[in-house]
Nanobody, 125 residues
């Protein structure tokens, strides 16, 4: 089992940047595929980015490709989401998620077994 705690959210102007962190408990962090999702008010949760267990492979939603970078540090049990060129439409609660064995698509929230509590990102225009 793993517990996830996000941090780094806040208020930023359009065009700015933020870095989110997700710290995981446990000694098997490197066994989990990690991802970031987000949910804006009145909208469904959506996949943002994912990173393989070794950190060598990443996957992004089209809406953030080229602006966001996901990475992980297995020695620190932490996954990051570096966000650049932020837009008002990036405003959402951002969640990190973990899965050990895939039973569905990478982009589906139902695939993931563990979730953090979320961190708010607000981008002003």
């Amino acid at each position: 089992q793993v517990q996830l705690v996000e941090s780094g959210g806040g208020l930023v102007q359009a065009g700015g940047s933020l870095r989110l962190s997700c710290a995981a408990s446990g000694r098997t962090f490197s066994s989990y595929y990690m991802a970031w999702f987000r949910q804006a008010p009145g909208k469904e949760r959506e996949f943002v980015a994912g990173v393989a267990r070794s950190g060598g492979s990443t996957y992004y939603a089209d809406s953030v490709k080229g602006r966001f970078t996901i990475s992980r540090d297995n020695a620190k049990n932490t996954v990051y989401l570096q966000m650049y060129s932020l837009k008002p439409e990036d405003t959402a609660v951002y969640y990190c998620a973990a899965v050990r064995s895939f039973s569905g698509p990478v982009v589906a929230g139902t695939t993931y077994d563990y979730w953090g509590q979320g961190t708010q990102v607000t981008v002003s225009s």
